[in-house]
T-cell receptor, first 116, second 108 residues
Framework: DAMVIQNPRYQVTQFGKPVTLSCSQT?????MYWYQQKSSQAPKLLFH???????NEADTPDNFQSRRPNTSFCFLDIRSPGLGDAAMYLCATSRHSTTGGLDTQYFGPGTRLTVL | KNEVEQSPQNLTAQEGEFITINCSYS?????LHWLQQHPGGGIVSLFM???GKKKHGRLIATINIQEKHSSLHITASHPRDSAVYICAVRWGAQKLVFGQGTRLTINP
């Protein structure tokens, strides 16, 4: 089945140790998103890719970076994780066309990051 | 700045009851999403709508663009409907703005 896959589902890292979270999709969607969701809070958009164009949210810390080497894959790099970065990280995709507009977003299962 | 307000924040009901969750937003939008998130789980998109009403099984979503208000209804609620329901509006080309969510608990 076409889907959004995130690996790993659970990630434990040490304070300051770089970590990379992975997202892949078989939907061939041109837009991919990374959200951060802390406990009992709404998801917060970190950035998104529209095709290869990277769009960073103004309040996303520089500690968070992203790469999209191809349509199917998108990575979230946290260069120096702090205790406050412990959260669920959600990847989502959607399809946008110039004629049809933006389709609904499809979310992955998330990666829960623990920082020790 | 677009604000998205959901009510109630928490809702507990008995199995079989008719459930309504409300969402209000402050500025014009291009679309509104209703999402479902189970504890510890990812998010599932239930509906995307920009006008009128949509129905899928026991779920119904309505939107009133003039009043900037949407409702999600669940008929014949079941314990498996227990989850957090999130309203999100599309503001701008791709960005979603999320409400704080409504935690729904359906008791058997």
């Amino acid at each position: 089945d076409a889907m959004v896959i995130q690996n790993p589902r659970y990630q434990v890292t040490q304070f300051g140790k770089p970590v990379t979270l992975s997202c892949s999709q078989t939907l061939n969607h041109n837009v991919m998103y990374w959200y951060q969701q802390k406990s009992s809070q709404a998801p917060k958009l970190l950035f998104h890719y529209y095709d290869k164009d990277f769009n960073n949210e103004a309040d996303t810390p520089d500690n968070f970076q992203s790469r999209r080497p191809n349509t199917s894959f998108c990575f979230l790099d946290i260069r120096s994780p702090g205790l406050g970065d412990a959260a669920m990280y959600l990847c989502a995709t959607s399809r946008h066309s110039t004629t049809g507009g933006l389709d609904t977003q499809y979310f992955g299962p998330g990666t829960r990051l623990t920082v020790l | 700045k677009n604000e998205v307000e959901q009510s109630p924040q928490n809702l507990t009901a008995q199995e079989g009851e008719f459930i309504t969750i409300n969402c209000s937003y402050s500025v014009g939008i291009s679309a509104l999403h209703w999402l479902q998130q189970h504890p510890g789980g990812g998010i599932v998109s239930l509906f995307m709508l920009s006008s009128g009403k949509k129905k899928h099984g026991r779920l119904i979503a309505t939107i009133n663009i003039q009043e900037k208000h949407s409702s999600l209804h669940i008929t014949a609620s079941h314990p498996r409907d227990s989850a957090v329901y999130i309203c999100a509006v599309r503001w701008g080309a791709q960005k979603l703005v999320f409400g704080q969510g409504t935690r729904l608990t359906i008791n058997p």
